[in-house]
């Protein structure tokens, strides 16, 4: 952990407001957040939350009532005016179950919303949607861009809404600094956007900057700030301590503290605003990944440690949370729950359906405990299978066997859980023959995959293999986390994007599995088609 500060001292009031910026989903609170405004609290900090990019999506989707004039609404294409027409219809809708019980219409509410927040970019030639944010030239992996980015605010297609809705947080708040959670490549140019107006008509404000994104790049072993003058303090791994030690200097950083926060409170975010048919809460048990072997993985790259919370705190907060908040779905957030969590869980279930990432490991090859998960509430696990070659897997270090994979699925699926299987494909390891056997796995497991994430390979700018493969740069920019590198076998991307595109999505047992993934919130809401007649009864 560390922090970089530009030679400037916090303000002598011990408040912070915390802002979560466009653009991510808008399902779900910020976990993140949550966690650090209950530990700065306990400390007695005054915090103020700022969902800037809930708030930034629902003010650009308003803004479009503009097309009300008939003079504008006849220049609009017939797809527009029907979202337009639709707008209050759709966003109502996505915060009831009716749409998920028919897939149809739900696809039709989120591509319709899409397109307002499509439109309403369009003059700035950014193209945003629900869960992505894209410059044509502006790059988040180059800090010269972000630099850009901040000098001129008012070209990001969210300024009109936060330049206002920034005075009056900062008034309300009467802050003397504001912290950035920035953990997407998504939200970096609106990030600097807001800092650059920060920067402008607050020079008062110092401005924190903090999060997963941040992490990753101040992890890198090259590297160096760019920031100077923009941001006054970066923080890289858990803000916790570093941030209580920035608005109170006699609360010493714990050498090598493993910050265990208190359990998150939601209690000032919109919830009943979220994109979703009740509360949703997001809940992680662990930092990090237990099992920290994988070939390429980036946690491995970048060091960090599995710091996991006690099985029976985290049953404590399950229980407490649900009781508060009365959400209809718990979202584990950990890059794979732990076996003895999932047997606690099982043991002890929050009386809420959930669902997360979990490895392929023995627990899952039996029947009877795929039915115990169930009965506690598992709707969904996630399984980052990655290949269907056992070669692969063997290179990858996966400690998957394909036999097991077989039988997990076969049990999940038979105990009513739905998987969620991630495949990559493109790995030094994998060859054409190798893409094939994934292929054939998939088809043969198709009745028991209920969704499918497919992804390319990429490349990890300092992990351990790099040394070992031909590479060149994969994206321009100082700051890209991934590089490009010449397949030892010339599998490369765009035989692989081919093999994917004509191949692999178009066979008649993997196409129906690929059109059941929600558009643009993808499985955020996935689990709602899995229980949504459960629900309804």
């Keep these: 952990m560390r922090v970089f500060n530009a030679d400037s001292t916090p303000g002598e009031q011990k408040n912070v407001i915390l802002v979560h910026p466009p653009v991510v989903k808008p399902c779900e609170p910020p976990a993140g957040i949550a966690k650090l405004y209950s530990f700065l609290r306990g400390w007695g900090i005054k915090c103020k939350i700022w969902d800037a990019n809930l708030e930034g999506l629902l003010g650009l989707l308003h803004s479009q009532e503009k097309f009300s004039s008939s003079s504008l609404k006849a220049s609009l294409d017939p797809w527009t005016r029907r979202a337009w027409r639709n707008l209050s219809l759709n966003l109502n809708s996505l915060k009831n179950w009716t749409p998920y019980y028919d897939f149809a219409r739900y696809q039709r509410a989120v591509e319709d919303l899409n397109r307002l927040l499509a439109q309403a970019a369009i003059s700035q030639n950014v193209r945003l949607s629900l869960a992505n944010y894209q410059h044509p030239q502006l790059s988040p992996t180059r800090s010269i861009d972000l ?11 969210f300024y009109p809404f936060f330049k206002e809705r920034m005075v009056q947080v900062l008034e309300e708040a009467a802050s003397p600094m504001i912290g950035f959670s920035l953990n997407y490549l998504s939200q970096a140019l609106c990030t600097f956007a807001m800092i650059g107006f920060l920067k402008k008509n607050f020079t008062r404000v110092k401005v924190i900057l903090g999060g997963g994104l941040v992490t990753s790049w101040m992890r890198q072993p090259q590297w160096q700030n ?122 002890n ?25 169930k009965r506690s509430g598992c709707v969904m696990l996630q399984l980052g299978l990655e290949s269907g070659d056992q070669r692969v897997l063997d290179r990858l270090q996966k400690g998957i066997h394909l036999e097991m994979a077989s039988r997990a699925l076969k049990n999940l699926a038979g105990a009513g859980i739905a998987p969620y299987v991630y495949l990559l494909f493109g790995t030094p390891a994998e060859t054409m023959t190798g893409a094939q056997k994934t292929m054939d796995f998939t088809v043969k497991h198709g009745e028991q995959i209920r969704f499918l994430n497919l992804a390319i390979f990429n490349l990890p700018v300092y992990s351990q293999e790099v040394s070992e493969l031909t590479t060149e740069r994969f994206y321009e920019g100082d700051l890209s986390l991934y590089m490009n590198f010449f397949h030892p076998q010339g599998w490369d991307r765009n035989l692989v994007r081919q093999f994917l595109d004509k191949e692999f999505k178009r066979h008649p047992a993997i196409a129906p599995i690929l059109r059941r993934d929600p558009p643009f919130f993808t499985s955020n809401h996935a689990p709602f088609f899995t229980f949504s007649k459960i629900a309804k009864e």
């Design 226 to 347: 760019p920031f100077q003058g923009l941001v006054d303090f970066l923080v890289a791994g858990p803000g916790e301590y570093p941030i209580l030690s920035l608005l109170d200097k006699q609360k010493a950083i714990p050498e090598n503290f493993n910050a265990r926060p208190c359990t998150p409170d939601y209690n000032f975010f919109p919830l009943d605003e979220y994109m979703a048919p009740g509360i949703i809460l997001p809940y992680s048990s662990a930092s990090g990944c237990y099992w920290n072997r994988c070939s390429f993985c980036p946690e491995k790259a970048e060091g960090n440690p599995h710091i996991s919370i006690p099985v029976e705190e985290v049953i404590y907060d399950l229980h407490v949370l649900t009781k508060k908040m009365k959400p209809v779905l718990i979202h584990f957030l950990d890059n794979a729950l732990r076996p003895a969590l999932m047997e606690k869980i099982a043991e």
């Design 147 to 157: 630099i850009q980015a901040a000098e001129k605010p008012e070209q990001n297609p």
């Design 349 to 373: 279930p929050p009386g809420v359906p959930w669902y997360g990432f979990a490895r392929i490991t023995p627990h899952l090859m039996d029947p009877d405990f795929c039915r115990v998960l």
